[in-house]
């Protein structure tokens, strides 16, 4: 189900570990990375590989923020809205972001560039409030930091 | 002992306690949301936090062990804050109706409790609600995370179903149905067990029952009506109506679990065509008389008919749903009353072949252990049943045993659930059980695997046993038996060294021509590895129905009285018991009674709870013989298809919610079964039927019972093993025989020291025959029947329940290369014709079976299945061959109607 060099990562990601099972992070990572989301016959078909129930593999995915079970922008903005950002402002962040790409929590914008998520402890408490921006983290943003980084990415 | 202090006293507990455990035996109300006796502590919710001297932190009371001296102080004022500040977390949406609505709910309960009613302010979203399940309402709304339901679906049922997804604040708790349908449990893998339903602290899964007719007024505990595992469960009764069955928590065999047919499939006693009146057959149909009238029309009819041919003419059918007290009335009335030996159950469609075998042999016809020793074995062998769907609670055993560990060997032609928990799967070849049997036991031998000393000490005929078996070495019997050599030999190994090896059978070995042998089989290789007489070992048949045990061991078996004792041997000593001459000669079996009815010997059948006409095999010879009867006396709770077709009389029966007495279970358990509700309409129970009909016929001395009880204290003084139990002893949990006397404990375990017959038990030597049921060019494919989680046998009851839309038609299963080899596309409606009728039903294409093998269900009269099956019989004891028939598959246009009953 996945293209040849990816099923060649996957059989070898595989001996890393005693349990085939143990695999199904990096295995995920793959799909994602080859179809911009984890499909359904993603979650299937890494099941059936892994010797794991297709739930078990559903329970992983959306317990991690990182993995999108819908397609979604190019840029994924996750806000954490977890205690510590919650204090220093998390919330207006997340407005700010609205405002600016024109599309709520959980939507992608128009023109298909940004999804706007909201997820739980990205461990920068110390640098809260904080922002993460595919794999780049971003702290202490403020409503203009977040508002000068999204102009930058809009016209990349 | 441990000596510990809890809140300023010094008590002592037995060692391994938690302090929870200690805490409750206080009767101190400690809260928990997590927690259930039936699952491994997880100490998660943190309400049941305790202070325990020398600790920083309060400790959770229902994962911490005692220790010796420790002092523990359970609700400080800071303990209860705690609590009260965890609870408002659960509740910040959680809606207020439900509190109001169900005070009762653990949860709310403790909110009621710390004060935090008026705090719930949330409403329940309809979207989070699911209707889609017939039994469980679901609604998410009113979900605190406890995960109960993920882990008890897990680790007591072993299905899956409940998963967590997301996380943090936003998880939430989905069935595991495909994408799509995510919300719908009917879509899941759900096998509604209700399991969920129960340890939900909530009501976030509520049974749609209570929802819909309040909650219980009164709870009763009885043993399940349907199959031969015999769970306990407590019926809750509102009005004279059961709104909802749950598990009996401290139940011996099924502790706190029940499957779908215990736990829900109980509104047959609520159908609306439950026939509740006496009726007598007049030329234009059936006319509904008063039960004086009836009793003495069939009194009348019976004595002149046993006047004019003799007691021999006339047959009894002891029903297998039916008390013991019942069973041991039915065989009393035959042999006291009419002087007949002509009794049977339908043990003798099922597991006679086992009884018969396990007797000849081990001197007992009936399980060697009990089911706590599925718990004990390293190897379960798994030989022609299929737990999970036909003994459920037994089957939900052996799946969590095989994810602790136990090595499980599966044989069985179909690929049925456990075979997936299973280390080895043979998939024999249907009718070869005893080839296999014997090639396992030929390696055994050939690979000195057999328990020297055992067989040094307790077997017998070993020398002439090693002789034999050599000719059944794996790699001759492979490529008959359909099994590899090198699989066989795995198996054997297995077997044979990683002990105790206990083994479960079904009717997958005894349905057979040669199904007897089999069971010897099966019988011989306990013994040549010295699995016999051990915790965790044995043989033992998975007993089809809730009373199966009971009803041959009652006596309703031509050749045996109560006790399975020979008439030669206890003719005198029940004549003396019972003040009356008994007929000498052993009476007709039922088949041989459907013989002599086609014959025109036989003229009169009382078929006590049992469908023969659906349920027997080679429906078009049953359909002859009944037709020649001139007397056909059906008691039961619907007009069955026995009764529809042929019956002269019905008497309408009380369901065993309606009575009281006792079932005996597969590991020989004797339980109680109590009265739930009063009969409905004019219904009565069986055995008050039988000593009214006795009465009128003038045989009332030997009748006069006026209570369930009485009649089982009669059968305590003629059954010496059976003795010792009495209803007073259990009362709260049943005992299993052999239990001699009012002091003894009763017996988990049989043969320890020796066998009834002596010290050595002798090795068989079996040849294998096949069965002359054949393909060919015209019927090439093997047809399998059984049945079906959802359904029970003929459907009498589950059928007329919701089950019916969890399993609404028969199907039959078919592997993908026949479906495409023959074009049939999945649920087409297909027709089978075998060499002695035909039959309709919907195909399911799956990868259980193999090519060129076909199962089905056999629980519809629209699909009537028996049509189809063989006159084939077993040669000791005549059980049809059900397992075997050849059949051809043809396709039918255009596609009838859905056969749905309701
Ligand atoms: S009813 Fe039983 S099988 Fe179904 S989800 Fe609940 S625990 Fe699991
Ligand atoms: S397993 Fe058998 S005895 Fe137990 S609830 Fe189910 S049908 Fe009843
Ligand atoms: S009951 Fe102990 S933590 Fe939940």
Partial sequence: MFSEANEKKLDEIITHYPVKRSAVLPA????????????????????????????????????????????????????????????????????????????????????????????????????????????????????????????????? | MLRVTINFKTHEFPEGWTILEAARSLGLDLPTLCHDDRLRPCGSCRLCLVNVKGLSHPATACNTQLAGGMVIETHAPELENTRRLLLREMIDEYPAEPVRNFPEKPFHRWLIHYGLTNECSGTATPALADDTHPYIHVDMSQCITCYQCVRVCEDLQGQFVWQAMFRGARTHIFPDSPPGARESLRDSSCVSCGACVDVCPTGALEDKSLIERGAPTEWTRTTCPYCGVGCE??????EQRIVTIRPALDAPVSKGHLCVKGRYAFDFVYAADRATSPMIRAPEGWKSVSWDEAIAFTAEKLAQIVERDGADSVGLLGSARATNEENYLTQKFARVALGTNNVDCCARVCHAPTAAAMKAILGTGAATNSFDDIEQARTILVCGCNPT????????????????????????????????????HLPLRPGTNALLLNALASAIVEEGLFDEQFVGERVGEWEDFKEFIRAYAPEQIAGLCGVEAKLIREAARLYATAKPALSVHGLGMTEHSQGTEGVMCLVNLALLTGNIGKPGAGVNPLRGQNNVQGSAHMGCEPGNLTGFVSIADGKERFESAWRAVLPASRGLNLMEMMDAAEQGKLKALWAIGYDILLTNANAHRTRQALRNLELVIVQDMFLNETAREFGTVFLPAASSFEKDGTFMNAERRVQRVRKVIEPIGGARADWEIICEIARAMGKGEHFAFRSAEEIWNEVRTVWPVGRGISYDRIENAGLQWPCPSEDHPGTTLLHA??????????????????????????????????????????????????????????????????????GVADGEWVRLCSRYGEAVLPVRITSQVKPGELFATFHTTEAFLNNLTSPFRDQYVATPEYKVTAVRLEKIQPLPMSGNRE
Avoid at chain 1, 41 to 55: F, T
Avoid at chain 1, 75 to 92: F, N
Avoid at chain 2, 389 to 399: D, F, M, Y
Avoid at chain 2, 791 to 813: H, I, K, S, V
């Fill in chain 2, 233 to 238: 469960m407590n019926v809750g009764v509102r």
């Fill in chain 2, 389 to 424: 769907e036909n003994h459920p609670i037994v089957g939900a055993r052996i799946k969590q045993a095989a994810r602790r560990g136990a090595k499980l060997i599966v044989s069985d032609p179909r690929r049925i659930e456990l075979a997936e928990y299973a280390d080895l």
């Fill in chain 1, 28 to 156: 995920l990572y793959i799909a994602q990375e080859e179809h911009g989301h984890v499909t359904d016959d993603d979650v299937r078909y890494i099941a059936n590989r892994l010797d794991m129930r297709v739930n078990e593999v559903e329970e992983v995915v959306t317990f991690y923020t990182m993995y999108s079970r819908k397609p979604v922008g190019k840029y994924k903005l996750q806000v954490c809205r977890t205690l510590s950002c919650w204090l220093q402002g998390a919330e207006q962040i997340a407005e700010q972001i609205e405002h600016k790409i024109g599309c709520g929590v959980g939507e992608t914008s128009k023109d298909g560039k940004f999804t706007l998520m909201e997820v739980e402890c990205l461990g920068y408490c110390d640098l809260a409030p904080c922002l993460q921006v595919n794999f780049d983290y971003h702290e202490k943003v403020t409503p203009e930091s977040v508002d000068k980084l999204i102009d930058g990415l809009k016209t990349k």
């Fill in chain 2, 753 to 822: 020291r020796e066998f009834p017959t002596g010290k050595r038990a002798a090795l068989r030597r079996i040849d294998y025959s096949a069965t002359p049921e054949v393909l060919s060019n015209e019927f090439p494919l093997l047809l399998i029947t059984g049945r079906k989680l959802y359904q029970f046998n003929a459907g009498t009851m589950t059928m007329r329940t919701r089950n019916a839309e969890l399993y609404p038609t028969d199907c039959l299963d078919i592997s993908l290369h026949d479906a495409e080899r023959l």
